[in-house]
């Protein structure tokens, strides 16, 4: 009997932990739209040269789903918005409907 509560115990503690856990996952912006399959591995941007002022950050480029393939986006140098700020870069993610694009931002 002992060991029935206990099990019942450490499975009603997954369970809550779990539902905890899910409701932390972000969830996809309105008007996302999913790719059917995994984007490819990263491209190199070749050329990128020298940044045209000290207050330019090199955003790297990434695929972008184009209806029913990737294409790739080149990078490009963009100015910082304000002193010090960094660039957190986009990442594909994946969800029950499929792939979608999450846009990098300045922090």
Same mark, same amino acid.
């Given at each position: 009997m002992k060991k029935v =509560? /206990? %099990? =019942? /115990? =450490?499975?009603g503690a997954v369970a809550v932990s779990s539902a905890l856990? @899910? @409701?932390?996952?972000?969830?996809? #912006?309105p008007g996302t739209v999913y790719a059917s399959y995994a984007p490819p591995a990263g491209e190199?941007? /070749?050329a990128v040269g020298v940044a045209p002022g000290p207050d330019f950050v090199w955003?790297?480029? !990434? !695929?972008? *789903?184009?209806?029913?393939?990737?294409v790739w986006q080149a990078g490009s140098w963009q100015? %910082?918005? %304000?002193?010090?700020a960094r *660039?957190? #870069? &986009?990442? *594909? %993610? !994946? !969800?029950?409907? &499929?792939w979608y694009w999450r846009d990098g931002r300045w922090k």
């Amino acid at each position: 009997m002992k060991k029935v =509560l /206990v %099990r =019942l /115990v =450490l499975v009603g503690a997954v369970a809550v932990s779990s539902a905890l856990l @899910s @409701s932390c996952v972000e969830a996809p #912006p309105p008007g996302t739209v999913y790719a059917s399959y995994a984007p490819p591995a990263g491209e190199v941007d /070749v050329a990128v040269g020298v940044a045209p002022g000290p207050d330019f950050v090199w955003i790297g480029g !990434h !695929h972008v *789903w184009r209806g029913n393939a990737y294409v790739w986006q080149a990078g490009s140098w963009q100015r %910082r918005p %304000r002193p010090n700020a960094r *660039w957190v #870069p &986009g990442v *594909w %993610r !994946h !969800h029950a409907n &499929g792939w979608y694009w999450r846009d990098g931002r300045w922090k």
